[in-house]
């Protein structure tokens, strides 16, 4: 009964430390006493949704992008199939912007997504660059979402999907301030990236805990001393504060 | 950078009454131009120049914090009088319009990894500039490559006047691809490289599974290669005009490549290796570059940290040595440091500081940095949080016997406050006093 840990294409998809919400995931299981792996899915090989417990997709850079949109189109049917398990996915950053029907660059040129969920993302003018902190309600509880974004697109989800939570600071979604990512279902997509799971234990915890739910493990984790996350996640929110644009 | 004294002032204002003007400043730089560009090292590249050509040149060069327009500006206002030659370090977004207006003699590239992203834009886009920059290139110029970089080495194109410099050496190569590693795609045809020897990051010596781009034929090489923790590495030089030993004082793989590049771009100045060999080995450490200062009977080590690749090298230059020493750990995110701290999560600081007696964080975002450490294999008792540098410095310093050593890894900004701090005491000069 090991929980396993799935980064799509890291080697790809890790522009912003993704790899740090790998070991974020991996470490909080393993001091719970829970058995765990990571096992990234490389370039080229099948994604198998019986070996999934939670889902990550990092960002990339643009050129990688579009060789990873093609490879991850291949293997959306599967991947549809483990979310329909209730398999969790994060997807962060290029990730988020992955999991719509297409990304619009500034020539006008499509390409393609997964369309796992129905949103797309158009290049803005400007980038939107800054520490940032969101408002979440994440299964009844309300949590403040803490991290940094870097990102040109603008997206626009539909008319059907919630966003993760609404923007305290920052450019969010789409540059007005407003909306913050997406959560459809067990899919969790945000422009937060990089240490977001390290300063945001507790939607570490949410994931393991529909990961857990998802292996037929109990999905009561034990808590954590988590004063250091606190108190880097509290700096990090008060000096978004200090400098709201 | 307000440490310096307000230092690009004069060039704001020449900028502002001539915005073309840069080439007129360069008028009796009679030596011609060297511009050096790189994400890591091109601060270090260009001392070490500046240390090889010095005796025959009336140099003139910029520092760190003045390697944009500006600063290159009013570096050329103020030069010295009777300066000859320019060594200047030109910031890699900078670096298409330094060349335009200053139409440099040589031009060293070092390499290109991922840093500061929310200042620069990604790395793809600087290497286009690049790319474009080199296509409009006279053939005069020489262009001196960091060939173990792909994207550096692909800059080439068939273009005549190149030297390529690089470490061809499997002993020194490392096993498995590095975590922070970024340019691994072949770059004409985007498969993925096979790398026969990687040395640090994307760095190494790589080919492309269907043919079409490998590292080019290096000129200026470092075979041989013995690294000795912080006191130094030695490697054999096979240039052409001859092979011998280097004995540089400064330790890891980024200076044996940093080294390569000053020793390749001198040698187009017309120095021979063997003098450019033999001046490297009285180098002394340019700021934060494994500066060693002596503290009363201690020895502090100041490494600069400013991305993923330089920090594992760094990491891995003092774990011999790191056992049981304090170590202090110094996370700013200024403007200069790059706001964005993502990247500390690219440091393999597993296994690295797992010796450590006692590592302390500090910094801006010294929280960040503990909560870094809680997720490696340092065991939690030895981390503590002091957000004052000073304060953390002379703790560490503190607890360290007679004869120990103290390591310090500070972001940019950080260093130049440690600096500071330290020139207050009187044991380092100013940063700035050594710019000139
Ligand atoms: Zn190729």
């Known amino acids: ?245 | 950078m307000g440490q310096g004294g307000g230092t690009t002032m004069p060039g704001h204002v020449f900028l502002r009454l001539a915005p073309d003007g840069l080439s007129e400043l360069a008028v009796g730089l009679t030596d011609g131009i060297v511009a050096v560009s790189a994400t890591n090292g091109k601060t270090t590249t260009s001392a070490m120049l500046t240390a090889i050509v010095g005796p025959d040149h009336a140099v003139c060069r910029n520092g760190a914090g003045a390697n944009l327009v500006t600063g290159i500006a009013t570096t050329l206002v103020n030069r010295p009088r009777g300066a000859t030659l320019g060594v200047l370090e030109v910031d890699e977004a900078a670096l298409t319009g330094v060349t335009r207006q200053l139409s440099p003699t040589v031009i060293v590239l070092g390499n290109l990894f991922r840093d500061q992203l929310d200042r620069h834009g990604e790395l793809e886009m600087v290497a286009d500039r690049w790319r474009e920059l080199v296509a409009t290139l006279p053939p005069s110029t020489t262009l001196v490559l960091g060939a173990d970089d792909p994207v550096i080495d692909g800059l080439a194109g068939d273009r005549a006047n190149v030297v390529r410099f690089g470490i061809d050496d499997p002993r020194v190569s490392l096993g498995a691809q590095d975590a922070a590693a970024d340019s691994t795609f072949c770059v004409r045809c985007g498969s993925a490289y096979v790398y026969d020897e990687m040395y640090l990051g994307h760095l190494g010596s790589y080919r492309c599974p269907r043919g079409d781009h490998q590292r080019g034929t290096l000129d200026v090489v470092a075979r041989q290669v013995i690294t000795d923790g912080v006191r130094g590495t030695t490697f054999r030089l096979d240039a052409p005009d001859g092979s011998r030993n280097v004995s540089l004082p400064l330790p890891g793989l980024y200076n044996v490549e940093n080294a390569l590049g000053a020793i390749a771009a001198a040698f187009v100045l017309g120095i021979p290796t063997a003098v450019a060999a033999s001046r490297l080995a009285q180098f002394h450490a340019a700021f934060g570059r494994f500066e060693r200062i002596a503290v009363g009977d201690r020895e502090v080590v100041l490494l600069l940290f400013k991305n993923p690749t330089g920090a594992n090298e760094a990491l891995r230059a003092i774990a011999d040595d790191v056992a049981g020493a304090q170590v202090v750990l110094v996370l700013n995110d200024r403007i200069a440091d790059g706001r964005d701290i993502s990247w500390i999560w690219d440091i393999d600081f597993e296994g690295a500081l797992a010796t450590a007696a006692q590592i302390t964080c500090s910094g801006t975002r010294a929280a960040e940095l503990a909560v870094r450490l809680r997720y490696s294999d340092v065991s939690p008792g030895r981390v503590t949080t002091e957000t004052v540098t000073e304060v953390a410095f002379d703790a560490a310093v503190g607890a360290t016997a007679v004869d120990g050593r103290i390591f310090v890894l500070a972001t940019y900004t950080a260093m130049l406050d440690l600096h500071g701090v330290l020139a207050d005491r009187g044991l380092t000069q100013r940063f700035w006093q050594e710019q000139v």
């Open chain 1, 1 to 245: 009964m090991t929980l396993r840990i799935v980064p799509l294409y890291p080697e790809l998809l890790s522009i912003y430390a993704d790899r740090g919400n790998v070991r974020v995931l991996e470490q909080r299981a393993h001091w719970r006493g829970l058995p765990v792996e990571v096992v990234p899915l490389a370039l080229g090989a099948s994604f198998d949704p019986e070996q999934a417990d939670v889902i990550l997709i990092g960002g990339g850079q643009d050129r990688d992008q579009a060789l990873v949109a093609e490879a991850l189109i291949a293997q959306a049917p599967a991947l549809r199939s483990a979310i329909a398990d209730g398999v969790p996915v994060l997807a962060v950053c290029g990730g988020y912007q992955l999991l719509g029907h297409r990304y619009v660059d500034q020539s006008g040129r499509h390409t393609p997504g997964t369309g796992l969920v129905d949103l797309e993302t158009h290049a803005g003018p400007t980038r939107l660059v800054g520490n940032v902190v969101v408002d979440v309600d994440l299964a009844g509880t309300h949590h403040e979402l803490v991290g940094f974004e870097n990102h040109a697109g603008r997206t626009i989800l539909g008319p059907g999907i919630a966003p993760l939570g609404k923007v305290i600071v920052g450019g969010g979604n789409d540059g007005t301030g407003t909306a913050e990512g997406c959560l459809e279902g067990r899919i969790v997509g945000t422009y937060v990236h990089g240490p977001l799971l390290p300063k945001n234990p507790w939607l570490a915890d949410q994931l393991l805990a529909w990961a857990c739910e998802h292996r037929g493990l109990p999905t009561t984790l034990a808590p954590l001393d988590d004063q250091l996350e606190q108190a880097a996640a509290g700096a990090a929110a008060a000096l978004a504060r200090s400098e709201r644009r």
